[in-house]
């Protein structure tokens, strides 16, 4: 199939829920990806925070391409090698005692409220309490997927409001304003759910003191502290984990994008106290971390869960937001994000910007209407960060 009888295929026969520009990618390697055409493109994206090895990494082939040759799926009826060695990892290196997989990050979610849910449901029981511990605290910008309850977290009316009614009780309170969440949470409260640095929702870094503040509040209401990690997890942000920067732990952390650097997966990590409410059949999953995406997540997580890895991602990091802030170009009103997952603030729209870095063989996201996503995989070098800003900055001279 050529490039147009493929754009052709997809406009006759997928559902429109996605506009793509008109480029088919037919292979990628380390930081690059390649259209049909043979066109040569730098890859800031990472398939939205996904690649962190960046595209076709040789461990990672090789792993996945024995494992699938050895054992792909077995369901969750039986036990499996990758899928233990996976959970240990997580768990010997988190605040976490135990792990719940799942197949992305909206099922991680999902899975997160309702353990909450269940959670809330044994307090209940032991406080012999008229109370419905039912409610959920999310915050304005907040992404938490699409599925009904993860949804129902999420901020964004449009995504909301067509699906109506969702999950009944969640309340919505401005990020980092941590006065008007100490007075939303509250003994009917069963879990407060907020990403560490929203993504979707614009790169915005939470505060230590909004974090530390929630986990307060959380303690003294009994409900469960959730940081969904999805994008902002496995070493974006120059720590394995996000939590890490904050001096806060979290009573159950989602995780997905990164962590099989491709395939899909997902995954709740949830402490001893979570862990001792959930009993068999509560939840599962026919696919969820089977052995191949198991093989692919311990490169994965072997690799990122290095030192040297971690410093590079922060000294990359810290270079690639000192190159933008020093760009002094009027229409960059902010420069935020942390490690390789930054937000780029326009006093414009973002997509023109990124349609023509695209067009210059540069990728990269948008996050909200005036935001720059800049996720690069996080082998990224200096040299390529170099050639990114240049051409971001060639892009906002012309288009403004
Ligand atoms: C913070 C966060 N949580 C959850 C999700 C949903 O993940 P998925 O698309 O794998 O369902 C996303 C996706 O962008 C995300 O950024």
Redesign the pocket.
């Known amino acids: 199939m050529d490039r147009q009888a493929i754009i052709q295929a997809e406009a006759d026969y997928v559902l429109h829920t996605y506009n793509r520009p008109d480029i088919v990618f037919s292979h990628g390697e380390g930081m690059y990806l390649y259209d049909s055409d043979g066109n040569k493109y730098l890859d800031f994206t990472s398939g ?1 925070a996904v690649t962190s090895l960046g595209h076709s990494d040789p461990e990672w082939v090789t792993a996945v391409s024995q494992q699938a040759a050895q054992l792909t799926h077995v369901s969750n009826l039986f036990h499996s090698a990758p899928q233990a060695q996976l959970a240990q990892k997580l768990v010997e290196n988190s605040f976490a005692d135990k792990v719940f997989f799942c197949n ?4 991680a ?1 999902e899975a997160a409220l309702k353990f909450a849910r269940k959670y809330a449901r044994s307090r209940i029981s032991t406080l012999h309490s008229p109370i419905s511990k039912t409610n959920i605290v999310a915050f304005t910008g907040g ?4 599925t009904m309850g ?1 949804l129902s977290a999420t901020y964004k009316t449009q995504y909301r409001e067509p699906f109506a009614p969702l999950v009944p009780g969640v309340t919505f309170v401005p990020f980092n304003d941590l006065a008007a969440a100490q007075a939303a949470i509250d003994d009917n409260t069963c879990a407060v759910i907020v ?1 560490p640095i929203q ?2 929702g614009g790169v915005n870094p939470a505060t230590a003191e909004f974090l530390q503040g929630l986990r307060a509040a959380c303690d003294a209401h009994h409900a469960l502290l959730i940081f ?1 990690e ?2 902002c997890g496995l070493g974006r942000t120059g720590t394995l984990w996000a939590y890490q920067q904050y001096g806060v732990t979290p009573d159950v952390m989602t995780l ?2 990164p962590l099989a650097g491709g395939l899909p997966i ?1 995954a709740a990590l949830v402490t001893q106290a979570v862990a001792e409410v959930i009993k068999p059949g509560d939840h599962g999953s026919t696919f969820a971390a089977g052995p191949l995406v198991c093989a692919a997540a311990n490169v994965v997580f072997d690799k990122i869960n290095q030192r040297p890895f971690l410093q590079s991602v922060q000294e990359n990091g810290a270079y690639l937001k000192h190159r933008l802030q020093t760009l002094e170009l009027e229409q960059i009103v902010d420069v935020r994000g942390q490690g390789l997952l930054l937000g780029v603030a326009l006093n414009q729209p973002a997509a023109p910007i990124m349609a023509a870095a695209r067009n210059k063989g540069v990728l990269i996201l948008t996050a909200g209407d005036n935001v720059l996503r800049l996720a690069p995989p996080l082998i990224v070098n200096m040299a390529e960060i170099d050639t990114a800003v240049t051409t971001i900055a060639a892009c906002l001279e012309e288009v403004s």
């Open positions: 939205i992305s990050g909206a099922e979610n992404f938490h997927g699409r993860s990403e993504g979707e969904d999805v994008q997905a994008k997902g």
